[in-house]
């Protein structure tokens, strides 16, 4: 039995091993780093965290950039036994008090010149700005190193999204994620290519991110090379032209980006995306088909997985060849996934995290009959794959009593329109309005109307959205409207705009705003 992450890592991560383990931008240029070096590196961090007083059990906090880096110091930590908070860079002043607050790390690591709030007597250790620069944390003498960890031991506590309510720490093991790791090893090996498309992985999300960073620790474990990538959309694209990865994981506002940028061409996306990239990974919404079907045609496959903060990250997984659209794939080796009564997802499995951060009322309610509660409401199909169809606290119960899930409706208008703040509200009201905010893409109204028309062609009357809100404003991070990992959360956005709903269902029209009447016009009633 495999003991801890690290150990989980080892046949690949050891010293002499000159497979690449690590490329990134450095002021040269790109750097490769072997996974020897990268074993020696990791080591040498976690001598000199020792060396700090950091022992087995005390939290390290880190707020940083996607970089290698990054890695380093999660490897290093994960061989002391010293469980790792990571902290998104982009989080306001606020969010980064709170976070050190509640999990009260032993030393906090930062970039230099990132300013910091008031954290009182917090141990802070600098990383220089340039990826490779460890400042503070250059590798110390091994002699002495000590990394006696077991499974039980914690290996980290990431903060929940907060998209439906306050972000919670999840505290998850050495145990879980070996066990997640294992069972993402397992259904991505291909029948015949086993694991190539790991061979070059490029990560750019954030590492902070739960799927970001079990992305980075997959890799490891199928001995593959991790390429950061770093910037905005074009460099990104830029970068993954020039790196020729073999594999990338990411978001479908990154996918969607670069099938506009292609023109909606397929020879186009397969140029900028190189010659080896075998597919691509995507997940948190789903992807418009025919987006799907032009990778499909580019001979890139774009699949989707699934799973939360406490589940490891992942609960199933689409590959290439086990694949259903539409779905987010099978449940992973040794994951049972269930279907209430009420269509919630439960899930059980040794990934799965043992309670919230000093939230033991939380813990309680998260779990019932030995099954996780996820939250979120789905289905499995006769051949085991699962979709999932919305967020059960986002139920929206008209006041005709009619219950229903909105998500669908905004994916659409996402999709369809290529918008990211819209908000489908209704509860306890008469009909359904969108409401849309600004955003990257100016709001058409001719595509807002065409979509919703789409959208009620296929679904009950009371599912109809009645009414289009366009606001001038944009979401905020900092005003609590979209988390830290880019997820809208609605019950800010509805307190936010509740003067524009409220006269939008009166008939009046804010100042400001657009309000647009979907035109009535013969619709199939459906059920």
């Not at 050190?100 to 230099?112: D, Q, S, T």
Request: glycine content about 10%.
């Amino acid at each position: 039995m495999v003991r801890n992450v690290y150990a989980l890592l080892a046949p690949h991560l050891r010293a002499g091993n000159t497979a690449p383990a690590q490329r990134f931008l450095t002021d040269s240029g790109w750097r490769r780093r072997s996974y020897g070096e990268l074993d020696a590196r990791a080591r040498g961090v976690a001598a000199r965290l020792q060396e700090a007083g950091i022992g087995r059990s005390d939290r390290i906090a880190i707020l940083l950039d996607t970089r290698a880096d990054w890695t380093v110091i999660d490897l290093a930590a994960a061989l002391i036994g010293a469980p790792l908070v990571p902290i998104y860079p982009t989080s306001a002043p606020a969010q980064i008090a709170d976070v050190v607050e509640r999990a009260r790390p032993a030393l906090l690591i930062a970039e230099v010149g990132r300013e910091l709030p008031e954290l009182g007597g917090q141990a802070v250790l600098r990383v220089g700005t340039m990826d490779g620069d460890l400042g503070e944390l250059d590798p110390a003498d091994v002699s002495a190193l000590a990394t006696d960890v077991e499974g039980d031991d914690l290996f980290t506590i990431s903060f929940s999204s907060g998209s439906t309510g306050t972000p919670k720490g999840c505290l998850l093991s050495h145990a879980n994620y070996v066990a997640v790791l294992q069972a993402a090893i397992i259904a991505e090996t291909h029948p015949t290519r086993a694991l190539a498309h790991r061979e070059a992985a490029f990560v750019f999300l954030p590492l902070a991110h739960a799927s970001a960073r079990l992305q980075q620790l997959t890799t490891l474990a199928a001995g593959g090379e991790l390429v950061y990538g770093t910037g905005d959309t074009a460099q990104l694209l830029a970068q993954i032209s020039e790196t020729r990865p073999t594999y990338v994981p990411g978001v479908p506002r990154f996918f969607e980006s670069a099938y506009l940028r292609a023109g909606r061409d397929s020879t186009v996306l397969r140029e900028m995306f190189g010659d080896r990239l075998v597919y691509a990974l995507t997940g948190g919404a789903p992807i418009a088909p025919e987006m799907l079907a032009t990778y499909e045609a580019a001979g890139i496959p774009l699949v989707e997985g699934y799973g939360l903060t406490e589940t490891s990250t992942a609960l199933a997984i689409a590959t290439p060849h086990l694949n259903r659209p539409g779905t987010v794939g099978r449940p992973l080796p040794g994951v049972e996934i269930s279907i209430a009564d009420d269509g919630e997802i439960l899930a059980r499995g040794a990934n799965v995290f043992s309670g919230y951060l000093d939230d033991e009322a939380a813990t309680a309610a998260a779990f019932r009959d030995g099954w996780f509660l996820t939250g979120d409401l789905g289905r499995i199909d006769d051949e085991g794959f699962l979709a999932v169809t919305g967020r059960k606290k986002n139920l929206i119960v008209t006041s005709t009593g009619k219950n229903v899930a909105p998500e669908s409706a905004e994916n659409q208008f996402r999709q369809s329109c290529r918008i990211d703040g819209v908000v489908v509200v209704g509860d306890a009201r008469p009909f359904l309005i969108a409401v849309v905010t600004a955003g990257e893409h100016p709001a058409d109204d001719a595509e807002l109307l065409a979509a919703a028309r789409s959208i009620n062609a296929a679904v009950s009357p009371p599912e109809r959205i009645r009414k289009i809100v366009v606001v001038g404003a944009a979401l905020s991070p900092a005003g609590g409207e979209i988390t830290a990992s880019g997820k809208v959360v609605r019950q800010a956005v509805i307190d936010r705009f509740s003067a524009v709903i409220d006269d939008a269902y009166s008939g009046r029209t804010s100042v400001g705003v657009r309000v647009l009447d979907v035109e009535p016009r013969p619709l199939r009633a459906v059920g």
